[in-house]
């Protein structure tokens, strides 16, 4: 039996029954609509909901997570008797890492002979799904503590976001987007270009006319950093509450990497913490490939 678990944050976006079958415990980030707070559960209800109440105006505010509820969730780990490795969203997006990394200090200092380890993904929804997920298949083949935490931070970088909004409202409110006032001339019919760079940072980097021209040109990039393992695992396609937006883009795909034909692509519903700065209109493109290259 392994002597060590892999647990992670609801950004990941992995549905809360695949966690469960892979023993992956998760710490809930919140969110309030109207002033009543719910919990991001990692489940399509609560998706579905968020979905529901941002199409009909309604502004979502999410909260970071805080010290004692990164304490409590470690402290309720450890008593399984096994070792950690936290894997969490980039510092460089999320303000809930400081209070992660403060809980961690008080864990380890009342529990010195266990072993927790916190990685920063410097990844984020899409691409934190695809990471986490092939942790934990390292973890089930039998790969070491050390190994594994080796692999992930030589390997981390390797998790390509490509991110298309509608335009830049939900990011600038949310105050996730690092180079958003350069992009301060979005107008009808202008949709940015979004990328998670080396260091973790969500950067808008390019404007097309028209959403046809958003997603070609978010595709087009894709030739930089395509690797020849990536048809190897998942590719994901991730919408919010628009699935088929997300279908007919594979035979897009396809037809423009015929390396990717028999790859395995999935749609990936975005969760209610990453939808709230976003937006519902949000597609994203994310794949294991080679560095990032913007």
Known sequence: MSNYLIATASTCD???????????????YSFSIDGQEYQDDCTSA????VYKEMRAGKMVHTSAISVFGYYSFFSKLLMRG????????????SSSVSNCEKA????????????????????ITAGLNLFVRELVRRHEAGTSYGDLIAWGEAHKLEYIHRFMV?????????????????LLGTILAIK??????CEGKLLAFEQAHGRKRAIKRMLEEASKDLAPYTADEPVLIETADD??????????????????????????????????HVGPDFLAFAYHGTKRIL
């Open 14 to 28: 992995i549905d809360a029954s695949w966690l469960a079958c892979h023993d992956v415990p998760f710490v809930s």
């Open 46 to 49: 609560t998706r579905n909901f």
């Open 82 to 93: 096994k070792d950690i490795i936290y894997v969490d969203m980039s510092r460089a997006i």
């Open 104 to 123: 961690l200090e008080q864990i380890r200092s009342e529990y010195p002979e266990r072993r927790i380890y916190f990685m920063d993904s410097y990844c």
């Open 166 to 182: 509608e335009d830049l409202t939900w990011l600038r409110k949310g105050g996730r987007l690092s180079n958003a006032s350069a």
């Open 192 to 197: 940015p270009e979004l990328y998670v760079d």
């Open 243 to 276: 699935p088929e937006d997300g279908e007919k883009l594979i035979p897009v795909v396809k037809e423009m990497y015929p390396q990717l034909a028999k790859a395995d692509f999935e749609i990936l519903a975005v969760g209610p913490t990453i939808c709230a």
